[in-house]
Each structure stands twice: as structure tokens, then as C-alpha cells.
């Protein structure tokens, strides 16, 4: 299995269906949300390459519809207690420090059946938004 590809490009799937993804698509799409994180785990239970600088992603809604498109400017890897706040600031989703960003992301990794300490790998992505699909 793999990620799904849309359009002929890898999805972007932000957070889960509902009323996470809507808000973090917004976010995107008002060029507020230039970066997202995911776990190492989760590339390699799918046996998926990590995306790289240049490439282009298929930003998705809750149908699984491109609705934008995103160029990837930067990605790097590292553990979880080391993500910088520049990243999490890049996220734009209103954390007030990265100890804030850290709890939550550990609630929702966590909800979503993941073990996570400060060790794990992460994965961060930072993008620019290329396009905007409109319907």
C-alpha cells in the first residue's frame, strides 16, 4: 500500500476528515500553513519515499479531491523533542510555544494509535502553495 496520488500527483492528506482538515486546508490556502510534520513510521508502513524539495503534492480535501497544489521547499528529519520552533510557527495552527506544539501533536499522534517519545523520527515538510483549485 501506498499514499493515494491524485491527479496524478501524491496527496496532501492534512489531519483527519471533518473539521481538522477543513480548518488546516484553510490554513493553506490562505498562505497561513507552509510546513506539516508526519512520522518516519508511517513512510515506512507504507513503503513510501519521503518527499523532496521541488516536488509538488496534491493537496486533498475530505472527498479525497484535489483542491490545491504545494511545492515542496524544504524537508528534513528529526526526533520528536528536536522539532525547532520555526517549524512549528511555519505550521501556523496557533501554538503559543513548542512545548504547546509538542503536547499537541503527541495528543493526536497518540489518538491516532501511535506510540510517540522523544525519540521518534519526524518527518517535516515545509511548502508553498503553487495553486488553488477552483471548483
Not at 40 to 60: C, F, H, K
Not at 81 to 96: I, L, N, Q, R, S
Amino acid at each position: 500500500m501506498s499514499f493515494p496520488r491524485v491527479d496524478g500527483l501524491r496527496a496532501l492528506e492534512i489531519g483527519t476528515p471533518g473539521h481538522m482538515r477543513q480548518w488546516l486546508n484553510g490554513l493553506i490556502l490562505a498562505g497561513q500553513k507552509r510546513a506539516t510534520a508526519g512520522l518516519l513510521a508511517d513512510y515506512l508502513r507504507e513503503d513510501e519515499a519521503i518527499e523532496s524539495e521541488g516536488e509538488r503534492l496534491r493537496l486533498v480535501d475530505d472527498a479525497g479531491l484535489g483542491i490545491a497544489t504545494v511545492e515542496v521547499v524544504r524537508v528534513e528529519r528529526c526526533a520528536f523533542a528536536e522539532v525547532p520552533w520555526e517549524f512549528a510557527t511555519a505550521e501556523a495552527e496557533g501554538d503559543k510555544s513548542i512545548d504547546e506544539w509538542r503536547e499537541g501533536h503527541l495528543g493526536y499522534w497518540t489518538a491516532e494509535g501511535q506510540d510517540i517519545d522523544d525519540e521518534t523520527p519526524v518527518v517535516l515538510v515545509w511548502f508553498n502553495l503553487v495553486d488553488e483549485t477552483v471548483s
